[in-house]
């Protein structure tokens, strides 16, 4: 569970966490096996902005039960102060329509309105786990450009092109797309499906707003197969030429 400005948030296995800015929190593993989690956080621009603080309220060590008897049950997933998403659970998230994946499953809004990601009740605007791409077998991602955003590969194996460069990946690997705009293009030449969790800063679309003409680059709108007439060596840019605003 976690515990958080004094409120019980309840999390398991595929569970979405926000921890809101300066909020104090704690994580109890409640459970007889290891609790593994990612974490995103701007902790450099927070630094950077002079807004970064680390405050060590109470030492990690075994749980005392006595303390988690007594703790209130849950009483919302939603953060009192603002009505804000503090957990999503694994069979909550929202499948969206965009049509650059093979699906893509909504966790977090990026606070940017026409990003089709802020109806889920989640609030964050300096970095968050956003969504969940998935890829189809033996098909390919849209091929498009943007700024700086990561990749944490759930399941499956495949491999992106980033640049111009392929770089392979599987389960427990991360992949990074740095700034400066690269074209980059995810690929699945398996028999399974593969799942890629995003980590995507907020701040890039601040970036973004003031960058007068800027514009993301899709080749192709829409997931298709590697193999379709057109890809070079089996695999590339899609082809088709369209733009749209990032």
């Not at 102060?81 to 503090?86: A, L, P, Q, S, T």
């Not at 460069?165 to 740095?178: I, L, M, Q, S, T």
Request: hydrophobic share 30%; proline share 5%; aromatic share 10%.
């Amino acid at each position: 569970m976690l515990v958080l400005d004094d409120e019980r948030y309840d999390f398991g296995p595929g569970s979405v966490i926000h921890i809101p800015f300066r909020s104090p929190h704690q994580l109890y593993n409640t459970g007889n096996v290891p609790v593994v989690y990612l974490s995103a956080l701007a902790w450099h621009l927070e630094s950077f902005l002079n807004m970064g603080r680390m405050e060590q309220l109470h030492d990690c060590g075994m749980n005392d039960p006595t303390e988690l008897e007594n703790f209130p049950q849950e009483k919302s997933q939603m953060w009192p102060v603002d009505g804000r998403r503090i957990i999503m659970r694994k069979d909550e998230h929202v499948l969206t329509t965009r049509p650059g994946h093979g699906a893509t499953y909504s966790l977090g809004g990026t606070g940017r309105e026409g990003t089709g990601m802020t109806s889920n009740g989640f609030k964050m605007t300096a970095t968050g786990i956003t969504s969940i791409f998935v890829e189809n077998p033996h098909f390919k991602s849209h091929s498009h450009s943007h700024p700086e955003a990561y990749l944490y590969c759930l399941q499956g194996a495949g491999f992106s092109e980033i640049g111009g460069k392929e770089y392979h990946w599987e389960k427990g690997d991360a992949v990074h797309v740095p700034p400066g705009m690269m074209h980059h293009q995810h690929f699945n030449p398996t028999d399974g499906e593969t799942r890629e969790l995003r980590f995507e800063f907020g701040i890039r679309y601040w970036m973004v707003d003031q960058w007068r003409g800027f514009k993301t680059v899709d080749d192709a709108l829409v997931a298709t197969k590697i193999e379709e007439e057109g890809q070079g060596e089996g695999h590339g840019h899609g082809h088709g030429h369209g733009q749209h605003g990032s």
